[in-house]
Each structure stands twice: as structure tokens, then as C-alpha cells.
């Protein structure tokens, strides 16, 4: 009979932190997978990589915006767009760690890193997303628990297609097709959400100095962002280019996430599962080498992601082998596919949620 193990709810002067859980005892499954990761060193940091990395995605990012000034008015900017879209997502990975405490050994510096990444750099809100990723971590695909599936403008569970009606259920019917086009609206959806966040004062960690000091970096973002496109571009050019630059960022962002949990195993809200399998059940691996790593972040290592939140990313290789085998000795499934095959995997899931709402034709219109 299994337990339900919850992850740490302990939160440090400004953020929660994300780590993972302390072992129930020295007889769990859990326990014993993290004695065998710890003694291989893995959680150490890595502090070489993430200086060389912090620094040449900065110097990318800053070469996005020089460029930018060089070109000016121009519809080549739109190469620009697309350039800065990439280092924007490449910048939210590195917010994402930092987050996860995976950076420093400090967690003040970790959060310094963070908030500078996510809301000076690109305008999202890192007390928010904190908040928001913590419950995500702690039950990964639990109904009603689980903030990342949610009943929004996509349906998750046929429980939330079955309520819909109107515009709504016709959405629902065809989010399969609409998925990677309403990708689009995700870097817009997740700015609109960090300052709403902000603004109402809820759903964001921190402490108010924090918050504050978070404000402010959000607005000198957004106003610089938005300075920097209306004086250098005419106001078509500005409008085209923030159209291209938020839409690929938000297609990339989505694209690196979709596969991780979306149509992997799902629990009810009170379904009682220990925390190694709530993780591995709920998780799904991409394959690939050092560029699918690169590209998505090390978010293709989900299952090890999620049993060790803070390891540094590029540990994350190493742990596979460790992890793939114990579940092989334990008769847990693993799951691990290709990138393209994931994003099937994902439509076919969304697609089969709406199949209620195609049996109901009296909701079109």
C-alpha cells in the first residue's frame, strides 16, 4: 500500500523553494533512489557551467538587442524577432533553474538570478510562476491540484469538456487542431498573468520587499520593451514585430513544455500515490543528444526533473541511466519517446478529451 507524499511546503525569506521531498524512511522506494543518486554526486552544483552559460546567453541576448539598434527601421527586423524570441525562451530556462535552486548554493542568489532573468529580461513575473510551479511539482497531473491542467481555454480531463457550452465546446471539440496555433498566445497569456498576479497581490510568493523590488523590474521591462519598438520601428513595423517576436516565444515556450505530462497518466484529486510514482507515471522523457538538451532546456530529463527538482541541468544525463534502471528493477513504467512522437502523443490525448463534445450536436451554432 503506498502513501501520499507531498513535497516540502518550507519556504525560504523570498521564494518557495522547489527541491525535492525528504524520504518517508529508509525503506522506501524513494529513499533508496535518492541514496544511490546522492552518492553518485549528482546533486552537486555546477558552477562552471552555469557562468559559462548565464554569460553566453547573455552576450546572445545582448547582440539580439544591438542588432536591433543597428538595423532600424526596417522589415528585416523580423529576422531580429525571431532571433530574440529564441533568447527568450533560452533566458526563461535559465529563470526556470534558478527557480529550482539548481544555480548557486545560495538561495538569495539563485532568486537574484531569477527575478533579473524573468522579469527584467523578459517580462514574465518569477513570484507568480513560482507560486504557480510549486503546486504544479507537488502533484503533477492530479485533478484539481495541478494549476498546469487547470480548465481553461484547453480541457485536459473529459469531466471539464463535458461542462462546456457555446463557444467554449466548440473550442473543446477542436483544441487538438487548434493546440500549436494557440501557442501563439502563450507568451502574451503568461506576461498578462504575472502582472495581473501583481497587481491583485495574490498567487505570487515572495516577501513585499521582494514584490516590490519584482514591480519594478517587471515595469522597466515592459515599458523599455515597449519604448525600444515604437521609437525605432515605424508604429506597422512595431506592431509586426511584437506580433512575431511574442508569438514564436510563446510557440517555443509551449512547444519545449507540451510534452512533459500532457496525456501521460493522470490521478484524481484524492488518489493516494507515493511521490516516486506520482512523479515517474506522470512524466515523459524525450530522446535525443546534446542539441534536444540544448533546446528544450533539459526539460527532455522530465521524470529526473521532477524526482530531483533541484539538480543542475546538465547532471540530468547522468541520472537517466540510474533512474531508468531503477524503475526497470522496480516494475515502474518509464516513459521516454522521440519529440515528434510526443507531440502526437499530446494531440491524440487532447483530441480523445473533446470526443464528448463532438457527440453533442445540439451545442453548434
Given at each position: 500500500?503506498?502513501?501520499?507524499?507531498?513535497?516540502?511546503?518550507?519556504?525560504?525569506?523570498?521564494?518557495?523553494?522547489?527541491?525535492?521531498?525528504?524520504?518517508?524512511?529508509?525503506?522506501?522506494?524513494?529513499?533508496?533512489?535518492?541514496?544511490?543518486?546522492?552518492?553518485?554526486?549528482?546533486?552537486?552544483?555546477?558552477?562552471?557551467?552555469?557562468?559559462?552559460?548565464?554569460?553566453?546567453?547573455?552576450?546572445?541576448?545582448?547582440?539580439?538587442?544591438?542588432?536591433?539598434?543597428?538595423?532600424?527601421?526596417?522589415?528585416?527586423?523580423?529576422?531580429?524577432?525571431?532571433?530574440?524570441?529564441?533568447?527568450?525562451?533560452?533566458?526563461?530556462?535559465?529563470?526556470?533553474?534558478?527557480?529550482?535552486?539548481?544555480?548557486?548554493?545560495?538561495?538569495?542568489?539563485?532568486?537574484?538570478?531569477?527575478?533579473?532573468?524573468?522579469?527584467?529580461?523578459?517580462?514574465?513575473?518569477?513570484?507568480w510562476w513560482i507560486a504557480k510551479h510549486n503546486r504544479h511539482h507537488s502533484h503533477p497531473n492530479h485533478v484539481d491540484r495541478d494549476p498546469d491542467i487547470a480548465d481553461g481555454?484547453?480541457?485536459?480531463?473529459?469531466?471539464?469538456?463535458?461542462?462546456?457550452?457555446?463557444?467554449?465546446?466548440?473550442?473543446?471539440?477542436?483544441?487538438?487542431?487548434?493546440?500549436?496555433?494557440?501557442?501563439?498566445?502563450?507568451?502574451?497569456?503568461?506576461?498578462?498573468?504575472?502582472?495581473?498576479?501583481?497587481?491583485?497581490?495574490?498567487?505570487?510568493?515572495?516577501?513585499?520587499a521582494a514584490k516590490l523590488a519584482e514591480a519594478g523590474m517587471l515595469t522597466a521591462h515592459l515599458v523599455g520593451y515597449l519604448a525600444a519598438l515604437f521609437l525605432v520601428l515605424s508604429p506597422l513595423q512595431a506592431v509586426c514585430f511584437l506580433a512575431v517576436h511574442q508569438g514564436l516565444f510563446g510557440l517555443y515556450m509551449g512547444c519545449s513544455f507540451a510534452p512533459n505530462h500532457k496525456g501521460m497518466a493522470m490521478f484524481a484529486k484524492d488518489d493516494k500515490v507515493d511521490f516516486l510514482r506520482r512523479q515517474v507515471l506522470t512524466s515523459r522523457n524525450i530522446r535525443g543528444r546534446r542539441f534536444t538538451d540544448f533546446a528544450l532546456g533539459g526539460l527532455n530529463y522530465q521524470i529526473e526533473h521532477h524526482l530531483f527538482p533541484s539538480m543542475p541541468r546538465p547532471s540530468l544525463r547522468q541520472a537517466q541511466e540510474i533512474v531508468r534502471s531503477f524503475c526497470a528493477r522496480h516494475g515502474i513504467a518509464y516513459h521516454e519517446t522521440g519529440l515528434f512522437d510526443s507531440?502526437?502523443?499530446?494531440?491524440?490525448?487532447?483530441?480523445?478529451?473533446?470526443?464528448?463534445?463532438?457527440?453533442?450536436?445540439?451545442?453548434?451554432?
Open positions: 500500500m503506498t502513501t501520499d507524499i507531498s513535497a516540502p511546503s518550507t519556504a525560504p525569506a523570498d521564494y518557495a523553494e522547489i527541491t525535492e521531498p525528504p524520504p518517508t524512511g529508509r525503506g522506501s522506494d524513494y529513499a533508496a533512489l535518492s541514496r544511490e543518486v546522492k552518492q553518485s554526486g549528482l546533486l552537486k552544483r555546477r558552477p562552471g557551467y552555469y557562468s559559462v552559460k548565464v554569460g553566453g546567453n547573455l552576450l546572445l541576448l545582448a547582440a539580439g538587442w544591438t542588432a536591433f539598434g543597428l538595423i532600424g527601421q526596417s522589415w528585416w527586423q523580423m529576422v531580429t524577432a525571431a532571433f530574440l524570441a529564441v533568447m527568450f525562451t533560452q533566458t526563461g530556462f535559465i529563470g526556470h533553474d534558478a527557480g529550482h535552486q539548481q544555480i548557486a548554493g545560495s538561495k538569495r542568489v539563485n532568486n537574484l538570478i531569477g527575478r533579473v532573468h524573468a522579469d527584467l529580461l523578459i517580462g514574465l513575473s518569477y513570484g481555454a484547453i480541457a485536459f480531463t473529459e469531466d471539464h469538456a463535458r461542462v462546456r457550452s457555446g463557444a467554449y465546446a466548440w473550442l473543446g471539440r477542436h483544441q487538438a487542431w487548434l493546440f500549436f496555433p494557440m501557442l501563439l498566445l502563450e507568451g502574451l497569456a503568461l506576461h498578462v498573468a504575472g502582472v495581473r498576479a501583481l497587481l491583485e497581490r495574490t498567487g505570487n510568493a515572495g516577501s513585499r507531440y502526437a502523443q499530446v494531440l491524440r490525448h487532447l483530441h480523445a478529451v473533446g470526443g464528448p463534445l463532438r457527440l453533442r450536436p445540439e451545442l453548434e451554432y
